[in-house]
């Protein structure tokens, strides 16, 4: 058993943090959120240039291969810093989907440049009617000659805007919840009856509601066999997952280290408010979930490309539970113990508390991962 | 012991409904029954309204042109106005300074203020927070010097909410800094035109501009302006803060967002059902309900007293615990499409801050009616 990191990811972990304690700062970070756009190019490409974006990308295909714990200490940083670039989404899901299930030369077409920057490419994969089951496909791919027409919607996919594809699941067969019977198509953005409906979320990013309206794909769009996509579209959420729940410590991390200090430099009754007791307890209860998270997210991080699914969806599902909770807690204890400067725009605290809040519910909501864990442990 | 209400009650419960169902705007209705952001011109509207039925002063004895209602008979006013839609009523000419001013203002004062409240008028703000002084209120330093027939004011209160609207803001500053700091303390009201006032808006964490920073800078207050006695603006505070609980417990509005969760939860779907048949997000909302039966029958315990001391902080912690509990759930409730409820749920985490956090609040409970 070893909690610790080598000397080379340890490297990379500070390499990272210079660059947003450089390049992404509080003040650069509202301009980016403020854009037309929501994210920024050009750290975008710093994020290349540094090799974040190729940490999923084998070698072969010109990244660095490595896995889920490099992604962790990556997603550890960008939730300190409330990176709004489609990190996650391209670089850790749809990367990791490509590489699943693509075949070779979709692999050397796009695995290149999703790592070097040039590309971006998102899932979109839940439904209004998903509810956080992954499974729970509606869309349709009808087989047309030598060519699929898509049509249906997808909830919510975010970074969909920034995305010059879309890696689209829809059914060529079965019913909306069968496990089978779903494909995977790589569709671009500029595809004729593709709509997004772009909007702003609640924590600064950006995310579209997607309509397939008739898109025609020719049948080499489809990636992996027919109807056989809904495991590597697991696997990719799961890694996903893990990496989500690595931004959430990230961020829980920074949060509370913000309240701590406010508790020490606040005064009111002649004295720093962290000399309240009931604050003090409310801190110490703020670092034990925040422990209890971190746990979750290692555990998380080495399990997540686990080849039983079965145990596999158990610790991940585990894992969001403790994690979203201690969001929850975390987020609300720290604005609640800010007072009124908790509330305010101007501080990060209240920019972090909203991703936190995103991000409990994102994936599936505590509830719903509470509920399939008594599910599958029964 | 009896739990019901009685049969004239009952009468004014159908009086109130009706008279919401009639007079309240559908726009408004739509706004408040979905979340939405009000302008300054519904709640004068719904306030005007009021007024033209003879209930502008809601809260208000006869004497001062109230409808001179009982606790009870406020409270099933608020409940049902909460239930049809209404908007809330703006607390702070109304709630918080009127009693003041009837307690311990001037005959001019009363007469020049009091009617214009109760019109919707004049727009009031209220001026207490300070940066530096929040929780530890009687710590404020904004400034109030004696120069004969006014008061020069310097200093600035943060977090007033709507003060971009206001006419006039009450207002506590410092006339005496060698005594004990509640012992220096007045009471004045000050015209938000005066020169040397300045407002900047702070935005909050869900986008919305509803609290201000108030700079004062120089600003002439004229003498009669003070309420009461120079030095014992602090006793006045007090006062008054017992009538900024009487509504705290919030059980209307409870009431009215909880019937919008179960809407929510039976048109959402979760594995083919509606989520209200979820059995765990089911006993949530049950949960929930049951506190808020609770809360309702302590308030009107309280209420039956026709005092109100220390068991404000019942109501003002329950209460918004329940509210914010109900903002979580609809934002879990709508699943992807949470966007317009997490901005809600987001705006309700003042309800445990502002008023006296439920932590002061705590202290009260255990140093007031526990004697710890
Ligand atoms: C949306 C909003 C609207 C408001 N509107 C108005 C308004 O119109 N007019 C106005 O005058 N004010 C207004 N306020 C101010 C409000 O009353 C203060 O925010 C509140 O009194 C808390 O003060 P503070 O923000 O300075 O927090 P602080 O007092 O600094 O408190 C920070 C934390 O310390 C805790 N704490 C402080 N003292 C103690 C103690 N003794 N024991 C235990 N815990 C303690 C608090 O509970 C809190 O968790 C508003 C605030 C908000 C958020």
Partial sequence: ?378 | MDLDFTEEENAFRDEVRDFAREKLPADIHHKVMNGLHLTRDDYVSWQRALFARGWGGVSWPKEFGGPGWSATELYIFEEECAAAGAPRLIPFGLRMLAPVLMAFGSRAQQERFLPKIMSAEEWWCQGYSEPGAGSDLASLRTRAENCGDHYRVTGQKTWTTLGQYADWMFCLVRTDSEVKPQRGISFLLIDMKSPGITVRPIITLDGGHEVNEVWLEDVRVPMENRVGEENQGWSYAKFLLGHERTNIAGIGIAKRELAHLKRVAKAEMKNARPLLEDPLFAAKVAQVEVDLMALEITNLRVLSTEKMGPEASILKIKGSEIQQDISELLMQAAGPYAQPFAANYCNQRKLSIYGGSNEIQRNIISQMMLGL
């Fill in chain 1, 1 to 378: 058993m070893d909690f610790g990191l080598s000397e080379e990811q340890q490297q990379f972990v500070d390499t990272l943090g210079r660059f947003v304690a450089r390049d992404y700062g509080f003040a650069r970070r509202r301009t980016i959120v403020d854009s037309q756009e929501g994210w920024s190019k050009e750290v975008w490409q710093s994020l290349a240039d540094l090799g974040v974006l190729a940490i999923n990308v084998p070698e072969k295909y010109g990244g660095l291969g490595f896995g889920p714990v490099e992604t962790m200490l990556a997603m550890n940083v960008f939730g300190a810093a409330l990176l709004v670039e489609p990190y996650l989404s391209s670089a850790v899901i749809a990367t990791s989907l490509l590489c699943d299930i693509a075949g070779e030369s979709v692999k050397a077409e796009l695995l290149p440049r999703l790592a070097g920057g040039e590309r971006i490419a998102v899932l979109a994969h839940f439904e209004p009617a998903s509810r956080f089951v992954i499974a729970h496909v509606e869309c349709s791919a009808r087989k047309d000659g030598e060519r699929y027409v898509l049509e249906g919607q997808k909830a919510a996919v975010l970074d969909a805007p920034a995305a010059g594809h879309l890696l689209v699941s829809a059914r060529t067969s079965g019913l909306p919840d069968d496990d089978t019977g779903v494909s995977l198509f790589l569709v671009s953005r500029d595809s004729p009856g593709l709509v997004l409906r772009e909007f702003p979320t609640l924590d600064g990013g950006r995310a579209a509601e997607v309509l397939l309206n008739k898109v025609s794909v020719p049948a080499s769009a489809r990636l992996g066999g027919e109807g056989e996509a809904m495991p590597a579209i697991e696997r990719a959420l799961d890694i996903g997952l893990s990496a989500l729940c690595a931004e959430a410590v990230g961020a829980m991390k920074a949060l509370q280290n913000a309240t701590i200090e406010y508790l020490k430099t606040r005064s009111q009754f002649d004295q720093p408010i962290g000399r309240f007791q009931v604050l003090q307890h409310r801190a110490a209860d703020m670092l034990i979930h925040f422990e209890q998270a971190q746990s979750m997210s290692y555990l998380a991080a080495m399990r997540c490309t686990a080849e039983n699914t079965l145990e596999r969806r158990r610790m991940l599902s585990a894992a969001k539970v403790v994690v979203g909770q201690a969001c929850r807690f975390i987020a609300q204890s720290a604005v609640q113990l800010h007072g009124g400067m908790g509330m305010t725009d101007e501080l990060m605290v209240s920019h972090w508390f909203k991703r936190l809040t995103m991000i409990e519910s994102t994936f599936g909501d505590s509830d719903s991962h509470l509920q399939r864990f008594a599910e599958l442990a029964s």
